[in-house]
């Protein structure tokens, strides 16, 4: 008999803070933003701010609650996110939906052929473009490395470009200043087929940072701007090291990152109401021995873990941090927080996850990290998933008629079910012991490295129409020409 109110799924989620912590946490947040206010070095920001009710002294602005209250009220609940060949919307960031993707800037890589730590390029970040398109847990690209190898005014466009033209899935962007976000966004209405396609088809994002404590510097001020104008998602996120650029507890490092994360949507909101905004932050700690801003410690995931509580309880999407370590190499250490991470992650219901395959406290990138991650993914997504409780799978009818001391392998039930019940790994090991001595005994480091190298020789990604790619490079030449290159 059919019953109501029946949920067939749980979910094996995560909940950090209370209601009430979490009230307390935004409620703090608010009282900085009027009490103490934030810093806009642009003059057309402060020009919003006041205009809008703002107490301004300077270039310090505080923030009337009822401000905030007001954005919150108008940004869109969810945001999309679509494949850039297609146009299919892939990625839908709302409530506790997970997607993983990796970082941008690193500056150093990995080199797969020959493991030596090198100079991230152009070369690289086409080289991590592809791997990402090929690997299937990942969702989204961001460049795992910056562009060394041009001009550093000109870096962000052959960025951009190196991403696109090795990725169909969606693309997280950084730009040098508001110039840069420009060109990227004219190639990506030129890829979307114009100006309105790209606003309803979005493909990118782009992720700007506020300087913490409390300041929005011009470039990063002048970028949300831009994104409210074209009503195009963008990610904005403190980077707060409890300790060093916020007070060392916990509670205060958050609230201070979230009054910086607010004070960003108050000026995206007002530039434009209802444009699509993602709050988030990598929120972590300075290691008082080390003095590194660390991507391994226990307090990023649990302030992650916490945020993502007040951005379901709010109901706006966020920027999450995962799949990332300290260690130096893909030895233990880096297995260990990567897995930790990537689990917490999913069950806190952050939405959009970055920073995989970061090593090295986010200086280093490595692809055979991003690739044992990748089966991490995987295996997170398993457990968050549950366990459907339904007539079907019960299987009530199927242990009746094998019965006892029956065997279940060869019957219907079980060729029907055991794919979409069971998580099956890429690269981690379940042969037995004499197999794998057959087969090398290869180690999951070397068995990521055969996967990275197989994806770069033999993926081939969708490629863009010559014409598109044709306008693109006009672009690029056209921002050379104005820096004299």
Not at 221 to 228: E, G, N, T
Not at 399 to 426: C, M
Request: proline share 5%.
């Amino acid at each position: 008999m059919p019953r109501s109110n029946y949920k067939a799924n749980g979910s094996a989620s995560l909940k950090v803070l209370t209601d009430s912590q979490i009230k307390r946490l935004i409620a703090a947040a608010m009282e900085i933003l009027e009490r103490t206010g934030v810093v806009y070095l642009d003059d057309e920001a402060v020009a919003i701010m006041k205009k809008a009710g703002c107490y301004v002294d300077g270039r310090r602005v505080r923030i009337p609650f009822k401000l905030v209250e007001k954005a919150l009220s108008t940004v869109p609940r969810k945001v999309t996110l679509c494949n850039s060949r297609s146009g299919k919307r892939v990625m839908e960031m709302e409530g506790g939906n997970a997607y993983f993707g990796t970082g941008s800037d690193t500056p150093f890589f990995i080199d797969p052929y020959t493991q030596n730590r090198i100079p991230t390029s152009k070369k690289t970040v086409q080289m991590a473009a592809k791997v990402i398109d090929a690997l299937p847990n990942l969702d989204f690209v961001m460049s795992l490395g910056i562009v060394q190898d041009v001009h550093q005014l000109v870096y962000d466009r052959h960025q951009f470009e190196a991403m696109v033209l090795n990725t169909s899935k969606p693309i997280v962007i950084t730009a040098i200043d508001v110039a840069g976000y420009g060109d990227i966004i004219e190639m990506c209405e030129l890829i979307a087929g114009g100006e309105e396609e790209l606003r309803r088809n979005p493909f990118l994002t782009l992720y700007a940072e506020p300087i913490s404590p409390l300041q929005h510097p011009g470039d990063s001020a002048q970028k949300l701007m831009l994104a409210a104008k074209k009503s195009l998602p963008v990610v904005y996120t403190p980077c707060i090291m409890a300790g060093g650029t916020v007070p060392a507890t916990l509670a205060g490092a958050m609230a201070t990152g979230l009054s910086e994360s607010l004070s960003g949507l108050v000026l995206n909101q007002q530039t434009n109401e209802g444009s699509p905004f993602i709050m988030g932050g990598v929120f972590t700690i300075m290691d008082m021995k080390t003095t590194i801003f660390s991507y391994g410690a226990p307090e990023l995931d649990i302030m992650l873990a916490a945020l993502a509580d007040i951005s379901n309880y709010l109901d706006i999407p966020m920027f999450g941090t995962c799949g990332c370590t300290d260690a130096k190499i893909v030895d233990e250490q880096a297995l260990i927080e990567g897995a930790i991470s990537i689990l917490l992650t999913a069950q806190g219901g952050a939405n959009l996850n970055h920073d995989v395959g970061y090593i090295e406290h986010g200086n280093c990138a490595s692809l055979e990290y991003l690739t044992i991650c990748d089966d991490l993914i995987g295996y997170a997504r398993k457990i968050v998933n549950g366990i459907e409780v339904t007539p079907e799978t019960l299987a009530l009818e199927v242990i009746d008629r094998v019965g006892p001391g029956g065997n279940f392998l060869a019957d219907e039930h079980t060729l029907q079910n055991f794919r979409k019940e069971t998580w099956y790994p890429r690269l981690f090991e379940r042969k037995f012991f004499e197999n794998w001595v057959s087969d090398g005994k290869k180690t999951l480091f070397e068995r990521s490295n055969e996967r990275v190298i197989d994806i770069l020789e033999n993926y081939e990604p969708e490629l863009l129409p010559p014409d598109v790619r044709q306008k693109m490079r006009e672009i690029i030449t056209r921002a050379e020409k104005k820096i004299g290159l």
